[in-house]
């Protein structure tokens, strides 16, 4: 597995001073050193605001720098129980965002059917969509409606979104509409960014009344009691 393969090359090369579990058990790796930010401190932050029960699919946190980053142009991904941070970290702002995120996609697996299966957060996120496509059409953007209609990824439509219209354009345009750019690029990271938001905004305003389905959603996992066994 990935995480083995890393722990076992970078282990012999660096002081395991740095690394540490949480209370929780939580393994925290680096593979490089998180300059500038208080990395503990932001863990135990997500630890305390993030019920138990949505953490259980994440056992490792991995800091470092993978292929995966400059192939897909991020900066974090879930995979096999571990999220992959990016080492170059800009606040701890930045990196609870992107720790927070990432468990989202961690909770796919496991709830994916609390989560996706009444289609409330698909029909809102494709009435979204749709509303999008007539706002870049009257902008010049003729894209085929076949791209907006497919709600899973699709990389040259993130592509268009990221490269050819841009976020800072798109940000505008989206306002009110999604929670931030991102989001409409899939409806795995419709889900996403919303999980990200009610985390970020504990008033949880501006996602309430952005993704009214998405928030429910968001919130009925919070109760162990209102979920399905």
Do not use: C
């Not at 208080?38 to 056992?59: C, F, R």
């Not at 509303?131 to 791209?147: N, T």
């Not at 439509?157 to 306002?175: C, H, T």
């Amino acid at each position: 597995m990935l995480k083995n393969y890393i722990i076992a090359q970078e282990a012999k090369q660096k002081s395991k001073s740095m690394d540490f579990y949480t209370s929780s058990g939580l393994h925290v790796f680096f593979q490089h050193e998180v300059e500038g930010v208080d990395v503990e401190k932001v863990i135990n932050k997500v630890e305390s605001v993030i019920p138990s029960h949505l953490l259980s699919e994440v056992e490792m946190i991995i800091f470092g720098w993978f292929d995966e980053f400059e192939e897909r142009s991020i900066n974090a991904f879930y995979n096999d129980n571990a999220l992959y941070i990016s080492y170059l970290q800009d606040s701890e702002e930045d990196l609870y965002d992107d720790i927070i995120h990432e468990i989202s996609h961690s909770l796919e697996g496991t709830y994916g059917f609390q989560i996706y299966a009444d289609d409330k957060i698909k029909d809102e996120f494709r009435r979204k969509r749709m509303h999008l496509h007539d706002m870049l059409w009257q902008a010049g953007y003729k894209v085929p409606k076949s791209f907006f209609m497919d709600l899973e990824y699709n990389q040259e439509f993130d592509m268009l979104l990221y490269e050819k219209i841009g976020y800072d354009r798109l940000s505008v345009m989206v306002a009110g509409l999604f929670i931030n750019a991102y989001a409409p690029t899939s409806i795995q990271e419709y889900w996403a960014t919303g999980f990200t938001e009610f985390y970020l905004d504990s008033n949880h305003n501006f996602l309430s009344k952005t993704s009214p389905e998405l928030y429910k959603k968001i919130l009925s996992l919070q109760n162990t009691n209102d979920l399905d066994s």
